[in-house]
């Protein structure tokens, strides 16, 4: 316990932050703003408010390619949406109408089907340093796993 406290910030070692400025030119290079807009929806008060704040070290080029909305279903965000895609590929959360979306739809938790399938598989969906297949092998999903897994999915308060 007598150490706790006194841990250093690695960015504060010269030896740090010397292969930092090497490095950062060279990536900049090579990953040059390839991102072109950065669309944040259903941002809540502590995110605008820590933006807002970390804005004021950004460029005028950069902040002009961020947007951060409250609300996903007023106009001006579902404008940009449109521009973006159809209305079926986004999910009814950012005023979309698909049922599925891979990743995202419907949430696997509450699915009693993919949490089946997700306790049923025999390797990691990834994993560090090892060439991974996705999706994982899984063994078949008997319908008493399904029924076991309902019983894992809380119940929402009606």
């Not at 703003?33 to 950004?58: H, I, K, P, R």
């Not at 001006?76 to 986004?90: I, R, S």
């Amino acid at each position: 316990m007598t150490m706790m406290g006194t841990e250093k910030n690695p960015l504060l070692h010269k030896r740090s932050r010397n292969w930092i400025e090497e490095r950062i030119p060279i990536l900049g290079r090579m990953y040059c703003e390839y991102d072109m807009a950065v669309v944040v929806l259903n941002a809540g008060s502590l995110f605008q408010a820590a933006y807002s704040f970390c804005a004021t070290w950004m460029s005028e080029r950069q902040k002009a390619r961020v947007r951060v909305f409250s609300d996903a279903k007023q106009a001006e965000p579902q404008a940009l949406l449109l521009d973006l895609a159809p209305k079926e590929t986004w999910p009814p959360s950012i005023g979309g109408t698909a049922s599925t979306v891979q990743h995202a739809l419907p949430i696997p938790w509450e699915d009693p089907v993919s949490l089946a399938k997700f306790k049923a598989r025999k390797t990691a969906g990834c994993a560090l340093g090892v060439k991974t297949q996705y999706p994982p092998e899984t063994s078949e999903v008997t319908e008493a796993e399904i029924e076991e897994a309902k019983k894992l999915i809380p119940q929402k308060d009606e």
